[in-house]
Structure formats: structure tokens, C-alpha cells
């Protein structure tokens, strides 16, 4: 896809207010914005944040708002989250004192006292400050020693660690020793993926992953024509030790309309495996099986499964998970529905498949994990949890002394977790000889705890998880409630959402409605659900203030599985901002608040929704925030991550356009309608939304409204799509948009 000329010249002159709805066959008067580093477009951004900092920043409460906020994302209270590698557990930690942050290690008998001991392993303030970058950490891969290292006491050493310069997604790779704790030189043979980009930039969208001691599978920026047009790699190479990454050998070429490639290796011992992963685009992507990797006789076999599901490998099992209905070998097997089968059975052409969840109108699947003998998954039920465990048939590769490991067919029990309005997540502490899960607790009013638990088949008796830490309340809660509601969109569809705030606030007196300060809060898209979770932020900011906060489970999200995200699929969008508007009114309807106190933010595919409530449903709001946002949707297939996204949105080069015309804010702002007050808060470094969309609103809402139009703006020039590069500037940038809305809505 290539996108046709854009004017980005700015006026020499402030232009006369444009005609609006602007219309797209003409000059975009504002393309000047899309040069995300061009003088002009940053003395404009500069402009727009002095008067941010001189209005909102300046309101009265504003600075004990951000030390309030600040305080919560520095505390050393907070749970430092774990991962188990070799003897260790291992955390990346920032606070007031580290603002890039600590990569350190502690052992499980150190985590589980009030005090650990943490071992620093990387100081990325330390290496910023060496290196003249402002590095953010973007994680670490590590590579497993084989079966016989560890018997013979060879410690965890190698890692891949990726860091991004000011937070865009575009990283570096090094090699890291975990015992020196030091980078290991390219000189030395160190592995570096390290692009130096045409705009001056660091980096490439992209990765390494291990394949062995001496060799790593490289997806990145190899120069013209190796990335797909989202920016993403089209090209994995096999790299060895000591060779130039120009002689790595190409594994699998994707062809130019894909979104992203990929390679790994499973290393688990007797069931070592080689994949590539082709995603052709959002919810449809190729999984193959690479034999004899790197060599004349490589053979790649194709994972013979729908292109929109997903599958996954442990041991001898192949897990697929549907999006559409599929009939193979005359079995038609439900979307939603997650399937297993023997690999190796599977891929000598067996259909034999266990169905091991189906979903019915109210249950989904959003996660399952595995431990060494169990599959634990995860389930909503109108987006309450429910935790199960599922055990394989034994098998001669299996420890079959475990009673639990006997049996011809798949077995359950239960997990006995949560209740109520609580997030519960699972994960494995080591799925290739444990048991063991992390098990996280979450509630809007409810701190997090941190526990670790035993998993056991069908006739073991559970055992207690083993609490470990629990996060301390950063708000006070008490008289405060948190219920669940549906409103009806105007399909007739019930839609559920989440009401959190003080008690006569949230179920008011009916013969006495309230007026009270409401945040709306949405997302909406590539099947992700919003599930209950504390916030001390939200808490401190908002709730202990007086305000009530409200999530909508909106169409487009994942609460309800695929069927629920392609409710509001390309054509369908409207569903998720009638849904939206919905929850809106039957707050009203409640007497909660009224439309002159009701808020609506999102951010991302969020700030999509929240440009289209802005721009659709202005009276429903007193005021809307609109974060790292898609707003201009003829130009947003072309702005950097934008391609790989038609799946959700549909193409504006094609016949597409007569309906992504009908959810582009940008082109349905009409200068003679009177719109709420808004914030539009964006990232200069942000490389996967264009910072240039919420540029560009803002810029026509203030020259078709004139001086009174109420539109602040604020763009961190750090950050990356996650608006902030440390605690400091996200606690600045929170700051603004609860001053805003207490100072719009009270």
C-alpha cells in the first residue's frame, strides 16, 4: 500500500477557518502536523502544551493531584511482579530514585519476607547516562541451558535484552551475560540488532530470539523492501555466532502485503520444535514447523488449521483456539472453542480433536496456561472469572506415577479463585517441570495480591495458594461499592458495565437523582476485554474526590469471545459507539449523573471511540479525553503502524471509505455544532499511532471554533504509544487529564 502525496507545508499565513466537514478529495489543511519532527509542527506542539501547563496545569489542585498519583507509582509498597529463571526471580523495578528503572534478581526465599534482597543485574539510569539515550526497557528473552548444563550446575547466562530510545516501539537488541552482568561486546561475538534508521533514529521494529548457545532466529529492518508496510519485519534470517547478520541465512520471506514475520525455538527437552509465524494480517496468520532450519534441506510444513485461529505446542499437544467455526473431516467445531490434539497425530493428517472449552452466550475464553502436567484456563462469565484445570491423558513421555496422568481422555477440576467482581490471572511459574502457578487477585476496591499455588488433577485435594505479597490500599474505600449493570444498545444488545464509587453516588436515591462527577471509560477493539482492576491512580485522582467511575464492555472488545469483537467489525464499528453512547444514557436513565457531569475517555483504538463520542454524541458529554488516539481515518492506513489495522477498520483507498467515513472524527467535525470541552494527549515518539491524528482534531477544533472553543492539548515528547517514558511524566500527563475533567465536570 502506498500513500498518495500529502501537502505538508505549513501556511506561511494562519488560514481562514476550513470548511468542515472537510472534505477528503480536497487539500488536508492540516497535513503540515503529519511531520512528527518538522519545526513547525513542534513549535505548534509547543504552543499547544504551554497552554495546557498555563490552564490545566495551573488549576487549582493540579500539583497534589500528581504528587498524589506520583506517590502511588513510586511506592516501594507496590508488588514487584516475578519471573522465575533458574534460582532466581527476576523483576524490572522503577521508582523516584531509578525513573529508567532496575532489571534485578532476589530468590523465592528472599520474595517471600517483607524485605528481599535485590540483586541489580542492569541499571538502565546508569546506561542512559553512559550512553547519552534515554533507554526504556522493553524486556528480556533468556535462553534455557539444555538438560545436561544444568545437571552439571552450568548457571542461566545468556539473554537478549531489548531497550527502546524515548519509548517508540522501535528497539535495539544485546546480549547480556547474566553472571558478568555486563553486555557482551559485538566485538566478543555479542549478538546486537542495532539500526541506525533514515530519520536519525535508533532502532527497527523487530526482534531476536534464541535458537541455541551460538545462534539466534533475526526479524528486523535488513533495508529497503525487507518490512512490511505497518513497518514490521517481512524477512527471518537464521544468525550464527561471529558472522555478520548479513550472512544469516533467510529461514522464510513474507510476501509484501504481510503485516509481520517471526521465528523460535522450543526447547523442551524431547520435544524440541522450530516455528515460523507468518501474521498476514490482525486475526489471520500461518504457523509452520521448520525441519533441518538453515540448510539446503530445510522443509517447512504448514499447521493445517483456519487462518484466523491460533495454535500453540506443549510437549506432544497441539492447542488450537478458533475465531470462526471450522469442519474438519466433518465435525464442525464452534468459534470460541479451544481444541487439542496429539502434534504428531495431527500432523500425519488425524481430526481427532478434544474440545476443551466451548463458550455458550455468556462464557468466553481469555487465557489458559500451561504447568508441567496441567492446562489451567481461564474463563469469563459476563466478564466474571472462573478458573479451571484441565489434565491430559497419560502418555508413555509422561510421569505416569501420577494418578492424576492416568486415563484415556482429558479430566477437570476446579481452581477455587476469586469470586465476586475479581480479576483473577494464572500463569506458570516453569511450564517444563512445574506444577506451580502465580496466581494475581485484582478488584476495583479490592488491592492486588500476589500468591503461588499448586496445581492439582482431578482427586487431588487443592491446595491453599501461599500468599506472598498484597499490595497496600492507596485510597480509602470505605462506603464505597463496586456493581456490574447492562444497558441496552439500539439493536436490543445487552451490553454489561462496571460501576465503581461511593455507595449513595452509584445507587442513588431514585425520587433525588445525582449530578455526580462520572468518567465513562472504553476500548472497544482487537478483541480485548477491560476486567476489574485496582487503580490507586483512579482511586486517589477520582474516586476518593467524589467522582464515580464506570467501564463499558462494549462490542469490539473480547468479554464475549471472537462473536463479541466482530459484532463491531469494519462496517459494524458503529455497534461499538452505539453501545458506548448506550451505557451513557442508562447512567442517566439511573440518575447516577447527567450529561453535563458524565466524562467519556479511551485511549489508542480508545481514543478512536472517544474522537467518534466527541464528534457523534457531543450532548451526551460534559467533557472527553482522548489519548494516543486513530482520529483521521482516510490517512490512517498510510501513518506508520497503521496497515496492519485495516483488519479492524476496513481500507479507506477502496470502496471501504463510504463506511470509514462514517466513524472518522476528523471528517465529521462540523465547525457550526457546539462540542464538549476536550483533551487531546499524545506522544512524539509514539511510532504505532501517529501522533499527527490527535494534532490534526485538535488543530481544526480550534481554528473552525474559534477563540472559545474549549480544546486543550499536551504532547509528551517521550513515551512511545504509551504516552510516558517514566513515572514522573506519567504522573504529569494523569495529572492533566483528572484536572481537566474534575475542573469540567464538578
Not at 532489571?103 to 517471600?112: A, G, H, K, M, P
Not at 476469586?418 to 516453569?430: E, F
Not at 494534532?695 to 504509544?721: F, I, Q
Amino acid at each position: 500500500m502506498t500513500a498518495e502525496p500529502v501537502e505538508t507545508t505549513p501556511p506561511s499565513a494562519p488560514p481562514a477557518a476550513p470548511a468542515t466537514p472537510l472534505d477528503p478529495a480536497r487539500p488536508d489543511p492540516f497535513a503540515w502536523l503529519e511531520e512528527v519532527e518538522g519545526a513547525e509542527a513542534l513549535d505548534w506542539v509547543r504552543a499547544r502544551n504551554d497552554h495546557a501547563h498555563a490552564t490545566v496545569g495551573a488549576a487549582p489542585g493540579f500539583a497534589g493531584t500528581e504528587a498524589a498519583i506520583r506517590e502511588v507509582l513510586d511506592s516501594d509498597e507496590r508488588i514487584p511482579d516475578v519471573s522465575r529463571i533458574g534460582d532466581h526471580l527476576y523483576n524490572f523495578w522503577r521508582d523516584a530514585e531509578h525513573e529508567r528503572g532496575l532489571w534485578r534478581r532476589t530468590t523465592l526465599d528472599s520474595y517471600r519476607t517483607d524485605a528481599p534482597e535485590w540483586e541489580t543485574v542492569l541499571d538502565l539510569d546508569a546506561l542512559a547516562a553512559a550512553e547519552g539515550e534515554s533507554w526504556v526497557w522493553h524486556g528480556a528473552s533468556l535462553l534455557r541451558p539444555t538438560p545436561e548444563q544444568l545437571a552439571e550446575g552450568e548457571p542461566w547466562r545468556r539473554a537478549l535484552v531489548d531497550l527502546s530510545p524515548g519509548g517508540s516501539d522501535a528497539d535495539v537488541t544485546r546480549e547480556f551475560d547474566l553472571v558478568a552482568k555486563r553486555f557482551v561486546p559485538a566485538a566478543e561475538g555479542g549478538f546486537e540488532r542495532d539500526t541506525a534508521r533514515d530519520d536519525g533514529r535508533t532502532g527497527a521494529k523487530g526482534g531476536l530470539a534464541w535458537a541455541d548457545e551460538d545462534t539466534v532466529y533475526v526479524f528486523t529492518d535488513f533495508g529497503p523492501g525487507t518490512t512490511t508496510p505497518s513497518g514490521y519485519p517481512r524477512i527471518v534470517k537464521l544468525w550464527r555466532r561471529g558472522t555478520p547478520v548479513e550472512d544469516a541465512v533467510v529461514v522464510y520471506e513474507g510476501t509484501d502485503d504481510d503485516m509481520y514475520i517471526s521465528a523460535r525455538r522450543s526447547r523442551t527437552p524431547g520435544f524440541e520444535r522450530d516455528v515460523v509465524s507468518r501474521s498476514i494480517a490482525f486475526y489471520r496468520s500461518e504457523t509452520f514447523l521448520v525441519e533441518a532450519v538453515g540448510t539446503p534441506d530445510q522443509r517447512l510444513t504448514k499447521i493445517d488449521v483456519p487462518e484466523s485461529a491460533e495454535v500453540g505446542f506443549h510437549r506432544e499437544w497441539l492447542l488450537v483456539e478458533l475465531r470462526d467455526d471450522w469442519t474438519p473431516a466433518g465435525t464442525t467445531y464452534a468459534a470460541g472453542s479451544l481444541l487439542a490434539a496429539r502434534a504428531d497425530a495431527f500432523l500425519a493428517g488425524s481430526r481427532d480433536l478434544t474440545v476443551l472449552f466451548e463458550p455458550t452466550p455468556s462464557t468466553s475464553l481469555v487465557g489458559a496456561a500451561w504447568t508441567r502436567h496441567h492446562l489451567v484456563v481461564n474463563v469469563l462469565d459476563d466478564v466474571k472469572n472462573a478458573v479451571h484445570v484441565l489434565t491430559p491423558p497419560g502418555d508413555a513421555t509422561l510421569d505416569t506415577s501420577l494418578d492424576t496422568m492416568t486415563g484415556a481422555s482429558w479430566t477437570r477440576s476446579e481452581l477455587p479463585l476469586g469470586g465476586g467482581l475479581l480479576t483473577v490471572g494464572v500463569r506458570a511459574v516453569d511450564p517444563l517441570d512445574s506444577d506451580d502457578v502465580w496466581v494475581t487477585t485484582t478488584g476495583y476496591l479490592t488491592p492486588s495480591t500476589l500468591a503461588l499455588a499448586t496445581v492439582a488433577g482431578p482427586g487431588a485435594e487443592p491446595g491453599e495458594p501461599e500468599p506472598l505479597k498484597a499490595a497496600p490500599a492507596y485510597f480509602d474505600a470505605d462506603g464505597m461499592v463496586a456493581v456490574q449493570h447492562f444497558a441496552t444498545s439500539d439493536d436490543g444488545t445487552r451490553v454489561p458495565y462496571f460501576v465503581v464509587g461511593r455507595q449513595d453516588l452509584v445507587e442513588p436515591d431514585p425520587a433525588t437523582p445525582g449530578t455526580a462527577p462520572t468518567l465513562l471509560y472504553g476500548y472497544g477493539g482487537f478483541e480485548i476485554p477491560l476486567l476489574p482492576g485496582y487503580s490507586g491512580t483512579v482511586g486517589r485522582a477520582w474516586l476518593a474526590r467524589g467522582g464515580v467511575y464506570v467501564v463499558a464492555n462494549i462490542r469490539g472488545g473480547g468479554e464475549y469471545g471472537p462473536a463479541w469483537h466482530q459484532a463491531a467489525l469494519r462496517e459494524r464499528r458503529h455497534k461499538a459507539y452505539e453501545d458506548f453512547a448506550a451505557v451513557a444514557r442508562d447512567l442517566v436513565a439511573r440518575g447516577i449523573t447527567t450529561p453535563e457531569h458524565l466524562g467519556a475517555q479511551g485511549g489508542s483504538n480508545g481514543g478512536l471511540l472517544a474522537g467518534n463520542m466527541l464528534t457523534q454524541y457531543p450532548d451526551l458529554f460534559g467533557a472527553v479525553v482522548v489519548q494516543v488516539p486513530l482520529l483521521d481515518m482516510k490517512r490512517y492506513s498510510h501513518l506508520l503502524a497503521g496497515a496492519s489495522w485495516v483488519a479492524e477498520y476496513g481500507d479507506p483507498d477502496t470502496d471501504d471509505w463510504e463506511f470509514v467515513r462514517t466513524f472518522s472524527p476528523y471528517h465529521l467535525l462540523d465547525g457550526d455544532r457546539a462540542y464538549p470541552p476536550v483533551l487531546f494527549t499524545t506522544s512524539t515518539k509514539d511510532d504505532r499511532v501517529h501522533p499527527g491524528h490527535a494534532r490534526k482534531l485538535a488543530a481544526l477544533m480550534l481554528a473552525s471554533g474559534g477563540p472559545d472553543a474549549d480544546v486543550t492539548y499536551y504532547e509528551n515528547v517521550e513515551g512511545g504509544h504509551g504516552g510516558a517514558a517514566n513515572n514522573a511524566q506519567a504522573a504529569h500527563m494523569s495529572a492533566l487529564a483528572w484536572t481537566f475533567l474534575r475542573e469540567r465536570l464538578a
